[in-house]
Nanobody
Framework: QVQLVESGGGLVQAGGSLRLSCAAS????????VGWFRQAPGKEREFVAA????????SYADSMKGRFTISRDRAANTVFLQMNSLKPEDTAVYYC??????????????WGQGTQVTVSS
């Protein structure tokens, strides 16, 4: 199995930026697609962004386009999510996942523990 660990979350003012990291604490996800999802209290898990195993394709939820950027460093076995122009509605627990890829949560096999992102107004 692959164990994933997210980091980089925290408290930020609206309009600010954060960079989240997802690293494999055990195993490697270099052969998997990787996605980012988020979940706010009382709401369903929401797709944020994904990057393919081959690095050839990236996808974003419409509300993230132009603000968030997903990237991958194979040598470091790490995936990043750069978040700019943050809004209060971005407040959620953010999870990274490894698996088949795409925007559907059920397509992923391995999940991190999540990192809290709080955006104040």
């Amino acid at each position: 199995q692959v164990q994933l660990v997210e980091s980089g979350g925290g408290l930020v003012q609206a309009g600010g930026s954060l960079r989240l990291s997802c690293a494999a604490s055990t195993g490697s996800f270099s052969t998997y697609g990787v996605g980012w999802f988020r979940q706010a209290p009382g709401k369903e898990r929401e797709f944020v962004a994904a990057i393919s195993r081959t690095f050839a394709f990236k996808s974003y939820a419409d509300s993230m386009k132009g603000r968030f950027t997903i990237s991958r460093d194979r040598a470091a076995n790490t995936v990043f999510l750069q978040m700019n122009s943050l809004k209060p509605e971005d407040t959620a627990v953010y999870y990274c996942a490894a698996g088949q890829g795409g925007s559907t949560a059920s397509a992923y096999d391995y999940w991190g523990q999540g990192t809290q992102v709080t955006v104040s107004s």
